[in-house]
């Protein structure tokens, strides 16, 4: 395994560890579980970590899954009270609880969440429930029961049985709850402190915007993060995930013009905290059009030796069982076989593209570090395009075939096909290719790679070298937008064709920062990447910081300030919502643009604002010097806010850089340029 001894302190020996249960068999208990004789409940008090649940008055009963008790399902009168005690959510707990039209309460440094429920139906494991006391039953359960679990069937968050299976199975001393409360509106409440290391309180809401686009998701509930808090860890130190996916080999065949796909995935995983039989994954459930749910199906699972492996697949989330345990730094073998109508074309155009969500199985972004092999087959005419240098185009009967491998760690990987016209361009050790979508582009292919060039040069002059020999340029047939997946840069048609018409050129006015922005990331996301959503900013500012440079040495000085004032402008009018690092959790249910336009705010401006401020205030050498020494110092690993802080504070020792970050990322408050 080419990267074990990179990632591994040592290689353990393997040990004759305990022989794992079938997750298929655990999960089909867990979900079907039955009710014990029920009770009569009178203000009973319920407490997991920050959450209260108080029984009023109503008839309780314990839950049972396979004979063990698993919870309890109340049915009455009922109160909840959640407590938030950590000041960097603060801001962001108030917005969303008045947004959500839920009451709250400021107690010095603590904001409490409270409200009522008709139903309770808590599952733990690790975490003691209280004696239920049979008779005196006031209503019969089985119903209020049933009608429960039908309100909580279409509700789109990870499955109860999922965390409680990994306790059971492999962390038994580790304390673990999900909680359902019905009635007007909806909650949910989870404990973890097995994968995420936190608890979250959630509402589950409808969301229209969503709903009205597949009928198989109307009615869906879906979780809007009231409160988010961890548990046995520090918020601002990266996290060590509890296995590593350090290897991925597949092949993807698609047919042409039909959503059909077939993939096989190979990967390597490596268990980091404790010794796992049971690994959970994310994986798409579906994706949607414009009118059709499109469905992921997990045909099998098996190891190494092609032997079947008890699985179970269920709301973006599989659980797979390995006969035994494999010891901490140890590596495993898991291959999946995957078909679905998935390869829909947007807006019925000639491609379709599979990009950075988790269309084949991953953990968390905290524990994807894999070298990649891969092999595309598309129905001729169309040729497809994927993560990894080139090993071979060749075709296959009716397919064209891209064989690619990068032995880089990677935390994502992207497929595309389509109609296009691709030129390609060798320069010393780089390969550009120009990828027209539906027809040779004479102009974008003298052009763009000459752009290209100019704007990696000057990266290179800051940062360090290209990251990658070979460098993607694909047209999306859209306006005004970008993505830059390893390797790659995904841009809309304006950057191939600027003045074709009215709506191109008003797209094209910034297609030279948003070009250099996206190239940027080959160095900030992809070469240096981030470990979770709250560090995100750094990709995203680092990135948008260097475009404005590249402006600033095209168009002048006067280009750039114009940049940060208007950063600073669009900053300030989001800053008091949440700090950046929690700029990812910002929902509002009824306008998911003004999410949009919150989270833009912070991530791409007061980041972005923040650096400049960074800048003017060190000094370009110190500022340059810390650009340089994090590519260095960092390529290919993870990076955290605390790693620049202390790096800062090395480069220019008379500043205290913790407290500059603590301020203006992990906190509400706006940075000031110096004069």
């Not at 960097?88 to 429920?117: M, P, Q, W, Y």
């Not at 990266?238 to 597949?250: A, G, H, K, S």
Request: hydrophobic share 40%; with cysteine.
């Amino acid at each position: 395994m080419r990267l074990l001894a990179a990632i591994a302190v040592c290689i353990a020996v393997s040990l004759p560890l305990a022989a794992a249960s079938d997750v298929a068999a655990l999960a089909a208990s867990y979900d079907n579980p039955t009710l014990g004789a029920s009770s009569k409940v009178v203000e009973l008090q319920i407490v997991v970590s920050n959450m209260t649940f108080t029984l009023r008055v109503g008839t309780a009963a314990p839950v049972l899954a396979g004979g063990e008790t698993i919870g309890l399902f109340f049915s009455g009168q009922g109160n909840y009270s959640y407590r938030s005690t950590d000041p960097i959510e603060r801001s962001l707990v108030l917005f969303e609880a008045a947004k959500l039209d839920r009451k709250t309460i400021k107690v010095d440094d603590t904001v409490l969440v409270n409200g009522a429920f008709d139903t309770l139906f808590l599952r733990a494991r690790g975490v003691p429930l209280p004696p239920l006391t049979a008779g005196g039953a006031l209503t019969d359960l089985k119903a209020a029961f049933e009608g429960h679990r039908d309100q909580f069937a279409n509700a789109y968050w990870s499955p109860a049985s999922h965390l409680l299976i990994q306790q059971q199975e492999d962390e038994r001393a580790a304390p673990v709850a999900v909680a359902e409360m019905g009635g007007g509106a909806t909650h949910g409440y989870v404990l973890d402190t097995i994968e995420t290391k936190e608890e979250r309180f959630y509402a589950l809401v409808t969301q229209r915007s969503i709903s009205t686009i597949a009928k198989e998701l109307r009615g869906a509930l879906f979780p809007v993060v009231i409160a988010q808090q961890p548990v046995g860890r520090t918020r601002t130190a990266f996290l060590q995930p509890r296995f590593l996916l350090v290897e991925v080999d597949y092949t993807l065949v698609g047919e042409g013009t039909s959503p059909s796909a077939k993939l096989s995935v190979t990967e390597t995983v490596v268990p980091r905290r404790v010794a796992q039989s049971v690994f959970r994954f994310n994986l798409l459930s579906g994706r949607w059009d414009d009118a059709t749910f499109r469905r992921f199906k997990v045909d099998q699972v098996t190891d190494a030796d092609g032997k079947k492996l008890p699985f179970d697949f269920d709301r973006g989330s599989l659980l797979v069982s390995l006969p035994a345990k494999v010891a901490v730094n140890d590596a495993a073998t898991i291959r999946f076989e995957i078909s679905g109508d998935f390869l829909f074309r947007p807006g019925g155009d000639s491609f379709w593209h599979l990009g950075v969500e988790p269309w084949f199985p991953q953990p968390d972004a905290n524990g994807r570090y894999f070298t990649l092999h891969s092999i595309v087959k598309v129905r001729k005419p169309w040729i497809a395009f994927a993560t990894g240098n080139t090993v071979a185009r060749r075709e296959e009967g009716d397919y064209n075939v891209l064989e690619s491998a990068l032995d880089k760690p990677m935390q994502f990987a992207v497929a595309h096909a389509g109609k296009y016209d691709v030129v390609e361009e060798k320069e010393g050790p780089l390969t550009i290719r120009i990828a027209s979508y539906a027809g040779r582009n004479e102009v974008a292919a003298k052009k763009l790679p000459k752009v290209a060039r100019q704007i990696i040069a000057f990266y290179e002059q800051r940062l360090g070298p290209f990251p990658f020999t070979e460098y993607n340029i694909i047209e999306i047939n859209d306006l005004g937008w970008g993505q830059a997946p390893p390797g790659m840069m995904f841009i809309t048609r304006e950057a191939f064709n600027p003045n074709i018409n009215l709506e191109n050129r008003i797209y094209a006015k910034g297609v030279t920062q948003r070009f250099a922005h996206e190239i940027a990331h080959q160095y900030w996301g992809i070469a240096v990447r981030t470990g979770s959503e709250e560090e995100e900013w750094i990709r995203e500012s680092f990135s948008e910081l260097c475009s404005a440079l590249v402006v600033k040495e095209i168009d002048g000085q006067r280009a750039y300030d114009k940049m940060v004032v208007e950063w600073m402008q669009e900053a300030r009018k989001a800053a008091s919502v949440a700090p950046i690092a929690l700029a990812n959790r910002i929902s509002i249910p009824s306008d998911p643009y003004g999410s949009w336009e919150h989270r833009r705010r912070l991530v791409y401006d007061k980041g972005s604002y923040l650096l400049a401020v960074l800048r003017k205030q060190a000094g370009d050498e110190k500022f340059f010097l810390l650009l340089r020494n994090l590519q260095g110092q960092y390529a290919w690993r993870y990076l955290t806010t605390a790693d620049i802080a202390k790096l800062m504070q090395r480069i220019d020792p008379g500043q205290d850089y913790e407290r500059f970050f603590d301020r203006y990322v992990w906190s509400n408050e706006m940075p000031q340029m110096p004069k």
